[in-house]
């Protein structure tokens, strides 16, 4: 499969609840290879589990857009300049990180347990008063994260349709560059100014916590603080709310598995984990530019060249899991890179674990005979963002 011109980047599925075929069949044949991005520039991109581990874990690997290099692989990165968490170095992502560890620390969010189930519960009651169909995405999966994370952070629910329109145009690699830039530009100056108020007046939120530990005591700056929070704020609701709604069409699609979890709640959080494997929504990748010469399976990446470490190949490599393509929710799946590696493995991970789970136990108790109400040909799929997932879920029960 090395012969001829490199392939183009990303590669399109062939089925909605699996990774495109051909970097399947490269992970056997070719597991790290050239690709072609949107802009005419060439990237490495890693298939494997372990070169993929490996490289994610590394010293000499730079998650900084703005390095040269760095693979932009849709038009919005490829106009993307600025830092956020995601995409800065230590020591500066260290430093900032720290600083919002408290607020993301296992036994703080497991405070928060009561709240998410309460939000889910009432989403469900207001679902069954409702009566089918219903439009699982807008009825159940996105509200569960919106409300929690504008809770978490501090921001009014009721401005959740701006930010949550500005953060799926930046996502998109349908929109131009103008139009995503304006996205961002409009996002960032509603966070300054909510940013602004709190500096006047702290609150017992994220950004109110951050304002006067960080900001107000000059640890932080203002543009910084803005970066943090957009980060938070895409990343909090787009990747859960994507993941309840493909979650619960996985468990539709495999009635064995779901039977198993309606009998036996308590295998719900392992569950969790499998469809994070299964179904890695973050489906171009994590994005790395080298930052000195390093040996990835054998193959060299030279300094400057960049690297686009397929996550959703690598949690599908049977090497790691036994008959990969199969969803099992027996599995051991805990080790999977849905939520990346190394320093930059995403701070949410144990509140994205709880939202699912209150979101799947729920669903299973309370619409025990859930089905969808038009054929999964015909669902919309988010084919073209950063982030996988459905438009809508008609369903009926």
Same mark, same amino acid.
């Given at each position: 499969?090395?012969? *001829?011109?490199?392939?183009?980047?990303?590669?399109?599925?062939?089925?909605?609840?699996?990774?495109?075929?051909? /970097?399947?069949?490269?992970?056997?044949?070719?597991?790290? +290879?050239?690709?072609?991005?949107?802009?005419?520039?060439?990237?490495?991109?890693?298939?494997?589990?372990?070169?993929?581990?490996?490289?994610?874990?590394?010293?000499?690997?730079?998650?900084? &857009?703005?390095?040269?290099?760095?693979?932009?692989?849709?038009?919005?990165?490829?106009?993307?300049?600025?830092?956020?968490?995601?995409?800065?170095?230590?020591?500066?992502?260290?430093?900032?990180?720290?600083?919002?560890?408290?607020?993301?620390?296992?036994k703080r969010v497991e405070r928060?347990?009561?709240?998410?189930?309460?939000?889910?519960?009432?989403?469900?009651?207001?679902?069954?008063?409702?009566?089918?169909?219903?439009?699982? &995405?807008?009825?159940?999966?996105?509200?569960?994260?919106?409300?929690?994370i504008c809770a978490l952070l501090?921001?009014?629910?009721?401005?959740?349709?701006?930010?949550?329109?500005?953060?799926?145009?930046? /996502?998109?690699?349908?929109?131009?560059?103008?139009?995503?830039?304006?996205?961002?530009?409009?996002?960032?100056?509603?966070?300054?100014?909510?940013?602004?108020?709190?500096?006047?007046?702290?609150?017992?939120?994220? /950004?109110?916590?951050?304002?006067?530990?960080?900001?107000?005591?000059?640890?932080?700056?203002?543009?910084? /603080?803005?970066?943090?929070?957009?980060?938070?704020?895409?990343?909090?609701?787009?990747?859960?709310?994507?993941?309840?709604?493909?979650?619960?069409?996985?468990?539709?699609?495999?009635?064995?598995?779901?039977?198993?979890?309606?009998?036996?709640?308590?295998?719900?959080?392992?569950? &969790?984990?499998?469809?994070?494997?299964?179904?890695?929504?973050?489906?171009?990748?994590?994005?790395?530019?080298?930052?000195?010469?390093?040996?990835?399976?054998?193959?060299?990446?030279?300094? *400057?060249? *960049?690297?686009?470490?397929?996550?959703?190949?690598?949690?599908?490599?049977?090497?790691? +899991?036994?008959?990969?393509?199969?969803?099992?929710? *027996?599995?051991?799946?805990?080790?999977?890179?849905?939520?990346?590696?190394?320093?930059?493995?995403?701070?949410?991970?144990?509140?994205?674990?709880?939202?699912?789970?209150?979101?799947?136990?729920?669903?299973?108790?309370?619409?025990?005979?859930?089905?969808?109400?038009?054929?999964?040909?015909?669902?919309?799929?988010?084919?073209?963002?950063?982030?996988?997932?459905?438009?809508?879920?008609?369903?009926?029960?």
């Amino acid at each position: 499969m090395s012969q *001829g011109s490199p392939p183009r980047f990303p590669m399109p599925r062939r089925t909605p609840l699996d990774p495109p075929p051909e /970097l399947l069949e490269r992970m056997a044949d070719e597991p790290i +290879f050239r690709a072609t991005l949107q802009n005419g520039d060439e990237a490495w991109v890693i298939t494997k589990f372990d070169a993929a581990r490996d490289f994610l874990a590394s010293s000499t690997v730079s998650a900084d &857009v703005r390095k040269p290099g760095y693979p932009r692989v849709s038009e919005s990165l490829a106009t993307y300049t600025d830092g956020l968490l995601n995409h800065m170095d230590p020591p500066e992502h260290d430093d900032y990180r720290r600083m919002l560890a408290p607020e993301f620390m296992v036994k703080r969010v497991e405070r928060l347990r009561p709240d998410v189930e309460a939000i889910v519960e009432s989403l469900a009651d207001a679902m069954l008063a409702k009566g089918p169909p219903a439009d699982l &995405v807008a009825d159940f999966a996105f509200p569960i994260p919106a409300r929690m994370i504008c809770a978490l952070l501090g921001v009014p629910f009721e401005d959740s349709d701006f930010f949550v329109a500005c953060a799926e145009t930046f /996502l998109s690699d349908s929109v131009t560059a103008d139009q995503s830039s304006a996205a961002l530009a409009n996002l960032n100056r509603y966070i300054g100014e909510l940013i602004d108020q709190k500096a006047l007046d702290p609150t017992d939120d994220v /950004l109110g916590y951050m304002c006067s530990q960080h900001l107000l005591t000059g640890a932080i700056t203002r543009d910084a /603080l803005v970066m943090i929070a957009q980060m938070i704020l895409i990343a909090g609701f787009d990747t859960t709310a994507n993941m309840i709604a493909l979650g619960v069409l996985t468990l539709l699609q495999h009635p064995e598995q779901r039977d198993l979890l309606a009998e036996d709640p308590s295998l719900v959080p392992d569950a &969790v984990d499998e469809l994070l494997r299964y179904l890695t929504i973050t489906h171009w990748g994590r994005h790395r530019t080298a930052t000195a010469d390093i040996v990835v399976h054998g193959h060299l990446i030279r300094a *400057g060249e *960049g690297v686009i470490v397929a996550q959703n190949a690598a949690n599908r490599d049977p090497d790691e +899991f036994d008959d990969p393509d199969t969803f099992a929710i *027996g599995r051991s799946a805990r080790r999977h890179l849905a939520f990346g590696h190394g320093v930059h493995q995403c701070l949410g991970a144990s509140f994205a674990r709880l939202e699912m789970t209150a979101a799947f136990t729920t669903i299973l108790s309370r619409f025990p005979t859930l089905e969808l109400t038009v054929p999964m040909s015909h669902l919309r799929f988010k084919e073209h963002s950063a982030v996988y997932g459905l438009v809508d879920m008609p369903v009926k029960w």
